[in-house]
């Protein structure tokens, strides 16, 4: 019995160390499963949490990219600034550095002090973007940090506001190309690293750490500082003299797509952005060009002429009659000349607007063939710009178009556009080529392009006798034998717009209008596209030859002027206006006219009053021989 039982306890205590044995390995086992999982699987993690216990970082912020317009000329650039980083731990006067802080970066006391004596946080930002020179200031008192920042820099403050955008404090673009190239424009920041002890107070002599940044690509654009410039003094002048709620306009390159030259106005300065108010931002940052839709009025019935042209639908030499009026599906549709034009051709209704002639011309083309030719030139869709927020126009569904409404289009009415899609219409009816607007050329790094834009086009479906006709008649619409420049010397296409604007019930806003001039050059080759709206001129005049049409003249003149380009008929260049403008504010409107008639100008007047109570132009400027003069009546 007894060797029984000691048989047992021996086997107990076997299966005991074996049990103690396995326990043993599986401990083991385990330890070196997590030493594995430690080391291998997470080790780079808690490398990465250790030196964040041992080392304070402060971000170094990459230089942001150029924005050039088309010769390299800086449109956008960056400045070196500083952001100013207090560490408390390592203050040893925090009474001085509250009171330079205070008074170098103009913050309350109170809270500098609160600041610079916080121990709760291994460091504190105080400020961004501070200069250099104030920045080295407070770098030479202990506890003070600086962070190598940069700071967007316009060279030409309100020069292209919309078009070039703007940043965030800390460089994140927020409208504009700053916005649509954000990305490519940023960069990658670095890192400034300092080794601290448990306490995250900085050590003695210790190894610093530098991960410097990357610069972000240099945008290389299609824009002309130079076109720029004369647009916006141009456009600015007509602001004034028109007391405009705004104005705008773009010089399109009908060759390439290229956008030259784009403007809003009012703007802002680019360096001063107003944020403390950010309706007004919104207003003025807003690029009117692509996002607000318009009823075009005459601009738009080139459109309507190349189409019955190239159906073989009229020609120059048919004779129409204007009768002042005219009535579609029991409606009367009246002409801008309430006592109508009477026999015209078809050169003369193109050159005077003639609505009801253009109401003929889209009732023969018929809505099937009308929208083709409406979905061939891109009306209703996005052109596919490098610019946020573009609007498609508005274009009525082609179910719903009545026979009233399909009359009405035709001379640019019941339909809505945006200047960049009147501006490439006319590239493409003028060159016969279909070719995307967009602004940018190039990305590039340092040494490097690594993007450049190439040119896609396709020809449209239009014959080439067309394309003639149209050219040969905008410069005609623009230039005559009594005045046979538009600017003396050179080939200038053009036709200007009226159009009134509804209110937000769809009822015409009594007393506004859009004002418009689209402009071609060379004529029988157009390079160069220009449009110039006037939004709401409320000094007297609203019609587009009054009020658009001079901001073309002068806007190719001084590209002419600047560009050094040579004209195509030196005989023209000393042809000067001859007949000087009378005063003829205060008479009455039948002798107004028939001094004017005597001295060879055209007079138009809007009013029902028998007086004349306003003159356009001034008395004592300058006329061709059967320029038209603008009168308001009482």
């Known amino acids: 019995m007894k060797k029984l039982k000691d048989f047992y306890n021996i086997y107990s205590l076997q299966k005991r160390f074996l049990a103690c044995i396995l326990i043993i390995i599986f401990v083991f086992f385990a330890l070196l499963a997590r030493v594995f999982y430690l080391q291998i699987i997470d080790g780079k993690k808690l490398q990465v949490l250790a030196k964040e216990q041992w080392l304070r970082d402060l971000p170094l912020s990459s230089k942001r990219g150029e924005i050039l317009d088309s010769s390299g000329v800086s449109l956008a650039s960056t400045v070196t600034t500083y952001d100013v980083y207090v560490r408390a731990r390592n203050v040893t006067n925090p009474t001085l550095l509250a009171s330079e802080i205070s008074s170098l970066l103009d913050i309350d006391y109170a809270k500098a002090y609160s600041k ?3 121990k709760g946080y291994s460091e504190v930002l105080i400020k961004m973007q501070v200069d250099e020179h104030i920045a080295l200031q407070l770098a030479k008192i202990d506890g003070v940090y600086l962070s190598q920042n940069v700071k967007r820099y316009y060279p030409y403050s309100s020069l292209l506001t919309q078009v070039l955008g703007y940043c965030t404090i800390d460089n994140i673009g927020q409208s504009g190309l700053e916005a649509y190239y954000d990305k490519y424009l940023k960069g990658v920041d670095g890192k400034s690293l300092t080794q601290t002890n448990a306490q995250g107070k900085e050590i003695d002599n210790s190894i ?6 990357i610069p972000g690509l240099n945008l290389t654009t299609t824009l002309d500082v130079q076109m720029q410039i004369i647009l916006e003094q141009a456009l600015n002048k007509a602001y004034v003299e028109h007391k405009a709620k705004s104005v705008s306009g773009l010089i399109l390159n009908a060759k390439t797509g290229g956008i030259m030259a784009m403007s809003c106005l009012p703007s802002f300065d680019l360096n001063a952005v107003p944020r403390n108010d950010i309706g007004l931002l919104q207003e003025k940052s807003k690029n009117t060009t692509v996002v607000d839709v318009y009823e075009p009025g005459s601009t738009f019935k080139l459109i309507t002429l190349a189409a019955a042209l190239n159906e073989g639908l009229t020609n120059v030499n048919e004779h129409f009659y204007c009768a002042g009026r005219t009535t579609v599906d029991g409606e009367t549709i009246k002409c801008w000349k309430s006592g109508g034009h009477g026999s015209l051709t078809l050169v003369e209704a193109f050159k005077n607007s003639c609505n009801c002639v253009f109401v003929n011309l889209a009732l023969r083309i018929g809505l099937e063939k009308y929208y083709q030719y409406l979905n061939l030139f891109g009306l209703g869709q996005k052109t596919g710009v490098d610019i946020y927020s573009e609007s498609s126009g508005i ?23 945006t200047q960049l899609q009147m501006a490439n219409v006319y590239a493409k009816i003028t060159t016969g080529v279909d070719l995307s607007p967009h602004i940018i050329q190039s990305l590039n790094s340092e040494n490097k392009t690594l993007y450049l834009n190439q040119t896609n086009s396709s020809p449209l479906n239009l014959k080439q006798e067309t394309i003639s006709t149209i050219n040969e008649m905008l410069f005609n619409n623009v230039n005559s034998e009594l005045k046979p420049t538009f600017v003396a010397g050179y080939e200038v296409g053009g036709k200007t717009g009226t159009a009134q604007k509804y209110d937000e019930t769809g009822k015409i806003a009594v007393g506004k209008y859009v004002s418009s001039f689209i402009g071609t050059y060379p004529a029988q080759n157009p390079e160069l596209i220009l449009i110039a709206c006037v939004n709401e001129p409320s000094n007297g005049a609203y019609y587009g030859g009054v009020v ?8 190719f003149s001084k590209i002419f002027e600047t560009k050094a380009i040579s004209p195509q008929d030196e005989t023209m260049l000393d042809f000067k206006p001859t007949i000087e403008m009378p005063n003829v504010e205060g008479l009455s409107l039948a002798e107004a006219c028939a001094q004017l008639k005597q001295l060879g100008l055209n007079a138009i007047f809007d009013g029902e009053g028998d007086y004349v109570l306003m003159q356009l132009p001034a008395a004592g400027s300058m006329l061709y021989l059967g320029e038209i003069v603008f009168l308001i009546t009482n």
């Open 548 to 555: 658009a049409k001079p901001i073309g003249q002068e806007v």
């Open 208 to 213: 610093s750490y530098y991960i410097p940044s």
């Open 116 to 118: 610079v004596t916080n």
């Open 395 to 417: 274009l009525m569904p082609k179910e719903s178009v009545r026979t009233v409404d399909l009359a009405r289009i035709g001379f640019g009415h019941a339909i809505a556009v």
